[in-house]
């Protein structure tokens, strides 16, 4: 893993605990491994990293200094609709990257977003390909790989339409 991804993975994280997603101490104790062994540098990396079973329950405090101190920390928008708009953009974006399977992330649109936006239409064509690779049969005369391209260019399209001032990569 080379320093930027160690970064990434990082930022990854603090967004995933952010917007309320379980990330398990020992995900959190790895990649301050995956980090400190990358070379990136800070004083609390080292002792996330080193951290051994019985310790994971200081797993989620040391993680917050490591974000702290290499100035990843991460709070979304304390307005409820902003926060889902953006949790809606950080997995457009991973879909987009190819980091997150284009059927889990439009599901998660889907399910966790679109619903309590009250379906938004800029959220349409990335619920419609959710809706589509959900219920994909053999019979169908698209393949599952043509609906998953077809979510990463909805992906995409939606990350074009987004409104700059929410940019908070």
Known sequence: MTHDEAIKQLSHLARARAFGRHVGSDRLIQAGLDALIAGVESPSLAMLAGLLR????EAPELFGQVLEELGLAFHPPADP???????AHWIA???ADGSLDPA?????????????????????????????LDGWEESWSVSREELSREAVEAANQSLSKRPR???QR
Not at 54 to 57: A, F, H, L, T
């Open 54 to 57: 019985g310790e994971e329950p």
């Open 93 to 95: 974006d991973q879909i």
């Open 81 to 87: 609709r902003a926060a889902k708009w953006a949790m």
């Open 104 to 132: 889990t992330g439009t599901h998660l649109i889907w399910a966790d977003i679109a619903y309590d936006l009250g379906y938004p239409e800029d959220l349409e064509p990335l619920v419609h390909c959710a809706h589509n």
């Open 165 to 167: 001032h929410d940019d």
